[in-house]
């Protein structure tokens, strides 16, 4: 008997997601927030983690968590839906809506594609301009039937997209408008106030960025109440444990202390950003983000990845060819992490047998902007 003549077509040749064990001292690659929870919010959740039923399911609904939400975003609890973790909502959405082609800008968030191939949806990458900018035109050509997804800020790029852009293909695209706003608590743009006007528009939003709570698994939507309650159909009923239901909802009220916390990783990314650029054959690109994309020249990007995680720092490595050629991705973590990456970095690219290979011919290369 031969399993995989028992799979749905598409799964056959999906590879599984693997997540590598990192034993290494510093840790950038996952766009984790380096801080964890403030000692406040963690005593207050273990005070409050005494009186929790756990014998019991959670609320289905993770209703005081979405009151707090609902202050939170100022807009009706009705129409936001909790998941565990984006990947879920992101899934849903598609078992709800994905009846066509699944389209994306390339690249992005790797889990449209993974998730659209579970779903049994046609997944359609349409590339970055050479700008990171959206080919809006491209998009709207194929993607009229089933759902456009836009990171904002964008993984791996780290940039804003052009909303006139984005409004463009919310208003003429005859499907549902998927806006990831992940990193929205660093960026401080949203589109979030035009849901209302738009029926088609959904916003997605973690708590596993800004607020630290990439362990408790908690993401949310926000959509209107015609499309949260035909995403209902499909959510599982008690999909998000009381325990993130409690973490969350504590956390949301200590908003100065998280406050505080993004203020100090934006700073570090632009403390970074400009050490970055004093780098002979590094080009490091402009972040809304919590992370730095950069390329290297003429020195293979996997050689450096590989000298680094030597050297016991790990980030991402992103691509051997196409607009991401030699580049990595650096997550911003706390100060002294952030030090010793720097001066490891530049260590190795000081080194005789990296200067051979780095024969740069223009030093003064410039970020996008």
């Keep these: 008997m031969n399993i995989k003549n028992m799979l749905r077509d598409g799964i056959k040749e999906l590879v599984p997601y693997e997540v590598v064990p990192f034993e290494g001292k510093v840790k950038l690659d996952a766009m984790e927030n380096p801080y964890d929870l403030h000692p406040l919010i963690k005593d207050e959740f273990l005070r409050e983690l005494k009186g929790l039923a756990v014998n019991r399911y959670p609320d289905p609904m993770a209703s005081e968590l979405r009151i707090a939400l609902s202050l939170y975003l100022g807009v009706d609890r009705e129409m936001i839906i909790l998941g565990n973790g984006s990947d879920e ?112 528009l959904v916003i997605l939003r973690t708590f596993s960025k800004a607020f630290g709570l990439a362990g408790a698994r908690v993401g949310y939507l926000v959509a209107n109440k015609e499309v949260t309650g035909e995403i209902l159909k499909v959510k599982l009923p008690y999909n998000l444990n009381a325990i993130s239901q409690l973490l969350a909802t504590i956390t949301l009220r200590h908003g100065n202390l998280l406050r505080e916390r993004i203020d100090e990783i934006t700073s570090e990314r632009e403390r970074v950003y400009k050490e970055l650029q004093e780098i002979p054959c590094i080009t490091p690109y402009p972040s809304k983000t919590n992370f730095i994309l950069f390329k290297v020249e003429n020195l293979r990007n996997r050689d450096l990845f590989d000298l680094l995680i030597k050297e016991g720092i790990l980030i991402r490595n992103l691509g051997e060819s196409g607009i991401l050629k030699n580049s990595l991705r650096l997550t911003i973590g706390k100060p002294g992490e952030n030090d010793i990456f720097l001066e490891v970095f530049k260590k190795i690219l000081q080194e005789g047998d990296i200067v051979r290979l780095m024969i740069c011919s223009d030093t003064s290369s410039k970020p996008l902007n």
């Design 89 to 200: 909502l992101i899934l849903d959405l598609l078992l709800t809506f994905g009846r066509g082609k699944i389209v994306y800008p390339e690249p992005t968030f790797a889990m449209y594609e993974i998730l659209a191939k579970i779903a049994g949806a046609e997944p359609v990458g349409v590339p970055l301009r050479e700008d990171f900018e959206l080919d809006a035109e491209s998009i709207l050509e194929v993607g009229q039937k089933g759902i456009i997804f836009i990171t904002y800020p964008n993984n791996p790029t780290g940039n804003l997209f052009n909303q006139e852009a984005i409004i463009r293909i919310i208003e003429e695209g005859s499907c549902l408008v998927v806006v990831d706003e992940a990193y929205y608590e660093f960026s401080g743009k949203t589109f979030l106030p035009l849901v209302k006007k738009y029926p088609n």
